[in-house]
């Protein structure tokens, strides 16, 4: 646990350097948050597993958000072959591996899922998954999945 506390310090560092002035009080905001839900863990059933999954998940969304590692140039999808249906997509090498994915005013950060081809990722309440140029994203609570295309 203390490396883990060590590394998400060295993240968050990072993050308020790549932040710019402007956006460092939600970034600090942010973080009180993040320490108020970790602070909860203690409740869990299994309090180690639930601590794990907090810092793991903070130092990726702090990476991703921050692009303070590895990432591909923005990937944009058109759906339905609607162009004003569409996606942008930028994934990270992050462990786990992640993406965000806008559409309009609407980011979601989402983590790579196990697939038998092609690659899945899972947001809170969106999806996307590609496979041979193809995807299909469901954007919303119980939302239909909507095809897409690489443009």
């Not at 947001?123 to 443009?151: D, K």
Request: glycine share 6%.
């Amino acid at each position: 646990m203390a490396a883990l506390d060590r590394k998400l310090s060295q993240v968050y560092q990072q993050a308020l350097q790549a932040s710019g002035s402007h956006y460092r009080p939600a970034l600090k905001a942010e973080q009180r948050g993040w320490i108020k839900g970790r602070d909860e863990c203690w409740k869990a059933s299994d309090s180690a597993q639930c601590m794990d999954t907090a810092y793991r998940s903070r130092i990726v969304a702090l990476q991703a958000q921050y692009r303070l590692v590895e990432h591909s140039e923005a990937v944009r999808f058109i759906c339905n072959n609607n162009p004003a249906n569409e996606f942008v997509a930028t994934f990270f090498q992050t462990e786990p591996e992640t993406a965000i994915v806008e559409r309009g005013d609407s980011v979601s950060l989402m983590y790579r899922q196990p697939a038998a081809s092609g690659a899945k990722y899972q947001g809170r309440n969106e999806s996307l998954w590609e496979h041979q140029g193809e995807a299909l994203i469901r954007w919303g609570y119980q939302t239909p999945e909507l095809q897409c295309i690489r443009n």
